[in-house]
């Protein structure tokens, strides 16, 4: 991918500025990979550490993606990821990211159903996590809730 295309991509096309991202992560070494990967790409990264200081940052500021872990302490992803859904005013959508060590069987409609629009899996991987981020804000009158799937390495 061209560096043209990944800065295009990281800019809010209708605002010409970086987009922000909200990463809620207590992991020290996936917040870590995460913020490395997306400043490269020139986005703004906001950082929680848990669900209650990200619902906070979320009703206070203006985002236009959010990752977020789906196990942490003091309120797990899911929960995080209802209650945003019932801040933000109705016709906006902003695109969450659930990011997981691994999947049990229901998780998938778990994810969805809670109003999640992706989910990556630990370890993240930069062509995954751009594959992601193209899909949910290259065209976001049609997002489509997929999930992407880390490929295996068999």
Do not use: W
Not at 75 to 103: E, F, N, Q, W, Y
């Amino acid at each position: 991918m061209s560096a043209g295309r990944i800065k295009a991509a990281s800019e809010n096309p209708q605002r010409g500025k970086p987009l922000r991202v909200l990463i809620v992560e207590d992991d020290p070494v996936t917040r870590r990979m995460l913020c490395t990967l997306l400043e490269k790409q020139g986005y703004v990264i906001v950082l929680a550490n848990h669900g209650p200081e990200a619902l906070a940052r979320y009703q206070a500021e203006r985002f236009d993606l959010v990752f977020t872990d789906a196990q942490m302490p003091k309120m797990d992803g899911l929960t995080l990821t209802a209650a945003l859904r019932k801040v933000r005013p109705s016709g906006t959508h902003v695109p969450i990211v659930g990011v997981s060590g691994h999947l049990e069987e229901g998780d998938r409609e778990r994810f969805l159903a809670v109003g999640m629009d992706g989910l990556l899996l630990k370890p993240i991987f930069r062509s995954v996590l751009t594959a992601e981020i193209e899909r949910l804000l290259g065209n976001p009158g049609r997002i489509k809730k997929l999930f992407v799937r880390r490929k295996s390495s068999a």
